[in-house]
């Protein structure tokens, strides 16, 4: 869950703060940091992570606003008990869609997919990607910005 507080002392300057928080699968993962080079200018030294178990006390610490859920694999009743949370917490709670994930190219788009965590998809991207330079072509990999 990501969550996002507001910043601003302008109402028409709005800016927000974030608030990492990993999925409980992710092992030792609580208190490190997301890396400052992927995290932008307003986090120079990263984003932290925090613990998802203290959910409700972070968005009451922190004047929590909105709660952004972006982990995969997970099913509607989890979906909806992380939501729960969020709101009885006092912060909104909302998902992010194709329109503010996606990137716009101007070049061929080849994209791996799979029905969940450890198919392969990141084997078989390097792996098209390699097939790809060995036939003289320039490529770039971009994954979708989930936090796994």
């Not at 995969?72 to 009885?88: E, K």
């Not at 716009?104 to 084997?123: E, H, N």
């Amino acid at each position: 869950v990501t969550s996002t507080t507001s910043t601003s002392t302008s109402a028409s300057l709005p800016s927000t703060r974030l608030l990492a928080s990993p999925p409980p699968r992710i092992p030792n993962i609580e208190g490190r940091l997301y890396p400052a080079e992927l995290s932008g200018p307003l986090y120079p030294r990263g984003l932290p992570i925090w613990e998802e178990k203290n959910l409700e006390s972070l968005i009451k610490e922190h004047h929590v606003d909105r709660c952004i859920l972006s982990y995969s694999d997970l099913n509607n009743q989890t979906v909806m008990i992380i939501a729960n949370r969020c709101m009885a917490a006092g912060a909104d709670f909302g998902l992010l869609g194709p329109k503010s994930t996606q990137l716009k190219s101007t070049k061929p788009v080849i994209g791996v997919c799979a029905v969940r965590t450890g198919c392969g998809k990141s084997q078989t991207s390097r792996y098209i990607a390699k097939l790809l330079r060995d036939a003289g072509l320039r490529t770039v990999a971009v994954r979708h910005p989930m936090p796994y």
